[in-house]
Nanobody, 124 residues
Framework: QVQLVESGGGLVQAGDSLRLSCVAS????????MGWFRQAPGKEREFVAAISGSGGATHYQNSVWGRFTISRDNAKNTVYLQMNSLKPEDTAVYYCALRRGYMVATTVADYGTWGQGTQVTVSS
């Protein structure tokens, strides 16, 4: 069974950058799409970005388009989320997730394995 561990969160100021990492262990995940989601206090978990198994296809939530970049290194079993020009509204716990199927997807129900999350706080 795959386990996912996120890291890289922290407290930053508006306009700063962070890079989140998610390492998968248990088995290789090179064929599975991966996603990043976030959940702010009092809100539902929402899609942020997703990437195909090969890394050739990506998809983003509109609000992060042009600021966030998802990538992966299958040799290291790691997926990344580079976050630039951070805004206070990006504050949330960020989760990485392993897709159940083989196509890039954007809903929580399409992902079967989740990490424990990493807190990102952006001050104004």
């Amino acid at each position: 069974q795959v386990q996912l561990v996120e890291s890289g969160g922290g407290l930053v100021q508006a306009g700063d950058s962070l890079r989140l990492s998610c390492v998968a262990s248990g088995r290789t995940f090179s064929s599975a799409p991966m996603g990043w989601f976030r959940q702010a206090p009092g809100k539902e978990r929402e899609f942020v970005a997703a990437i195909s198994g090969s890394g050739g296809a990506t998809h983003y939530q509109n609000s992060v388009w042009g600021r966030f970049t998802i990538s992966r290194d299958n040799a290291k079993n790691t997926v990344y989320l580079q976050m630039n020009s951070l805004k206070p509204e990006d504050t949330a716990v960020y989760y990485c997730a392993l897709r159940r199927g083989y196509m890039v997807a954007t809903t929580v129900a399409d992902y079967g394995t989740w990490g424990q999350g990493t807190q990102v706080t952006v001050s104004s």
